[in-house]
């Protein structure tokens, strides 16, 4: 059974960092697009930083570049948010996702429609 299970959020300061993790069970890691999204209250999701795990290549929303990273550990099968100088702004409840990847897909790395695999989000609240 495929399952996503994030931790790792909470309250902290702006400017501060923290870091999420998402552990992946009944995944290849190798064959599937796997990352982040966040909603704030009263607006949509969004991608916020995404893993493609065939190639190796990442794609980022504008407003994180520079503050945020992913990595993997491929032998825990778990991906990281590790976030730096957090805003206000971040405030929402993040979310792991994952994607096979596929030719057939018509979707972009930030469409939340075109991830199959969701985790139950983590709320992550930064205080001016």
């Known amino acids: 059974q495929m399952r996503l299970v994030e931790s790792g959020g909470g309250l902290v300061q702006s400017g501060g960092s923290l870091r999420l993790s998402c552990a992946a069970s009944?995944?290849?890691?190798?064959?599937?697009?796997i990352g982040w999204f966040r909603q704030a209250p009263g607006k949509e999701r969004e991608g916020v930083f995404v893993f493609n795990g065939n190639d190796g290549s990442s794609y980022y929303a504008d407003s994180v570049k520079g503050r945020f990273a992913m990595s993997t550990d491929n032998v825990k099968n778990t991906v990281y948010l590790i976030m730096n100088s957090l805003k206000p702004e971040d405030t929402a409840v993040y979310y792991c996702?994952?994607?096979?990847?596929?030719?057939?897909?018509?979707?972009?790395?930030?469409?939340?429609?075109?991830?199959?695999?969701w985790g139950q989000g983590t709320q992550v609240t930064v205080s001016s």
């Open positions: 996702a994952a994607k096979r990847i596929s030719p057939a897909d018509g979707s972009s790395w930030y469409d939340a429609y075109g991830y199959e695999y």
């Open positions: 009944g995944f290849i890691l190798d064959y599937y697009s």
